[in-house]
């Protein structure tokens, strides 16, 4: 049982408006990744945090940020919501920043944009 | 840099039948490479990992996966398809850094 748990498990908004996503990692785990699902895609990495500080970023837009607590618990955001930001979006949690550390998924949260 | 193609978008299988999904990975680094499996609407979980030991690596559920460094491949294999095999693979590969990169993943179907 990978214990990250993520909230909403399902999200509409409209174009243009602001949404906070959030996860809950394992107990433990000092990394936090998100990752971007597009309908029929593989995940696409936007960017991870460890102990608090943003420790990478994949190519997305500064309109997505995150945060991530000293409890274990993190954010994504996304401002200025586009339609293609439609998608499930996942966070994962590992131990560590290693290549070779495990990161264990979350069930995702399903947004769509209208 | 690194990269992941997997070759085949949709195998199909009847139950008892050997699977072989195939992935051929690039990257610049001695690479750490996972498959993981999604059924809908569940999280992706991890099937097995390799990274540097053995290049024949066993994974749950009777999942196993070879890495072959002078064909670039980690093909993921299992003797016997059952129906609760059929879900969306996706094989991953972590270079020097921490981000995963996923292929475009494999959607498996188990014929009764």
């Known amino acids: 049982e990978t214990g990250v748990t993520q909230s909403p498990t399902h999200l509409i908004k409209t174009r243009g408006q602001q949404v906070t996503l959030r996860c809950s990692s394992q107990?433990?785990?000092?990394?936090v990744s998100w990752y971007q699902q597009a309908l029929g895609q593989g995940p696409q990495f936007i960017f991870q945090?460890?102990?608090?500080?943003?420790?990478g970023r994949g190519n997305f837009p500064p309109r997505f940020s995150g945060l991530q607590f000293p409890n274990y618990s993190s954010e994504l955001n996304v401002n200025a919501l586009e339609l293609d930001d439609s998608a499930l979006y996942l966070c994962?949690?590992?131990?560590?920043?290693?290549?070779?550390?495990?990161?264990?998924f979350g069930p995702g949260t399903r947004l769509t944009v209208l | 840099a690194q990269s992941v193609t997997q070759l085949d978008s949709h195998v199909s299988v009847s139950e008892g039948t050997p699977v072989l999904l195939r992935c051929n990975y690039s990257?610049?680094?001695?690479?750490?490479l996972f498959w993981y499996v999604q059924h809908p609407n569940k999280g992706l979980q991890l099937l097995l990992k390799?990274?540097?030991?053995?290049?024949l690596v066993k994974g749950i559920n009777g999942f196993e996966a070879e890495f072959k460094k002078s064909e670039t491949s980690f093909h993921l294999t299992k003797p016997s398809a059952h129906m609760s095999d059929a879900a969306e693979y996706f094989c991953?590969?972590?270079?020097?850094?921490?981000?995963?990169?996923f292929g475009k993943g494999t959607l498996l179907t188990v014929n009764p």
């Open positions: 390799y990274t540097s030991a053995a290049t």
């Open positions: 994962a949690s590992s131990l560590d920043v290693s290549s070779t550390d495990t990161q264990y």
């Open positions: 991953v590969v972590a270079g020097s850094n921490y981000k995963l990169t």
């Open positions: 107990s433990g785990h000092n990394t």
């Open positions: 945090y460890y102990r608090e500080e943003e420790n």
């Open positions: 990257s610049s680094y001695s690479p750490s």
